[in-house]
T-cell receptor, first 111, second 112 residues
Framework: GENVEQHPSTLSVQEGDSAVIKCTYS??????FPWYKQELGKGPQLIID?????GEKKDQRIAVTLNKTAKHFSLHITETQPEDSAVYFC??????????FGTGTSLTVIP | DAGVTQSPTHLIKTRGQHVTLRCSPI?????VSWYQQVLGQGPQFIFQ???????GRGNFPDRFSARQFPNYSSELNVNALLLGDSALYLC???????????FGPGTRLLVL
């Protein structure tokens, strides 16, 4: 099955700085990679996703990059704001349409 | 449009009891997936249903079962509850089974 590893587990940045979270996956056939933001007491919220035929995708302050050869993908948040503080999860969807999640990154943006 | 809804929001049970969790997908979505999220971990896949048929099953014991109804809502059942079943149970819906999944707020289950 698929194995998704996520780093770092915790990340603190000053407001306005950038934050980068990295994930690796094991199944080269995985083809869809979403990122979710989870706030305390809530379900995960999709913030951006990328498919295997694309190398990079950007949505305002959030971007995701995918390196299929190395089997890793990253989330980049620029100009961080206190409301970006949350737990972020990466996930990979394999050919069996099942999603496998990383262990999460707790991001704290310090005002 | 309403998002994915789940009920109840919180639940307390004792060991050995049975629990039923419910999920209503986003209108028009035909696929529902269930996940277990233990504190400090990412969601772990339990089941996926599409058009009322099971399309995938994660590595969970047979105490866990689910079904999907004609209106695409779904139930997750857990029998003979163990302390280790305490977790946030998340439901996610998608249009076909391979598309983007949208999560509900979850049901927090505490087993005493």
């Amino acid at each position: 099955g698929e194995n998704v590893e996520q780093h770092p587990s915790t990340l603190s940045v000053q407001e306005g700085d950038s934050a980068v979270i990295k994930c690796t996956y094991s199944d080269s056939a995985s083809n869809y990679f979403p990122w979710y933001k989870q706030e305390l007491g809530k379900g995960p919220q999709l913030i951006i996703d990328i498919r295997s035929n694309v190398g990079e995708k950007k949505d305002q302050r959030i971007a995701v990059t995918l390196n299929k050869t190395a089997k890793h993908f990253s989330l980049h948040i620029t100009e961080t704001q206190p409301e970006d503080s949350a737990v972020y999860f990466c996930a990979a969807q394999n050919t069996g349409n099942q999603f496998y999640f990383g262990t999460g990154t707790s991001l704290t943006v310090i005002p | 449009d309403a998002g994915v809804t789940q009920s109840p929001t919180h639940l307390i049970k004792t060991r050995g009891q049975h629990v039923t969790l419910r999920c209503s997908p986003i209108s028009g979505h035909k696929s529902v997936s269930w996940y277990q999220q233990v504190l400090g971990q990412g969601p772990q896949f339990i089941f996926q249903y599409y058009e009322k048929e099971e399309r995938g099953r994660g590595n969970f014991p047979d105490r866990f079962s689910a079904r999907q109804f004609p209106n695409y809502s779904s139930e997750l059942n857990v029998n003979a509850l163990l302390l280790g079943d305490s977790a946030l149970y998340l439901c996610a819906s998608s249009f076909p089974s391979y598309e983007t999944q949208y999560f509900g707020p979850g049901t927090r289950l505490l087993v005493l």
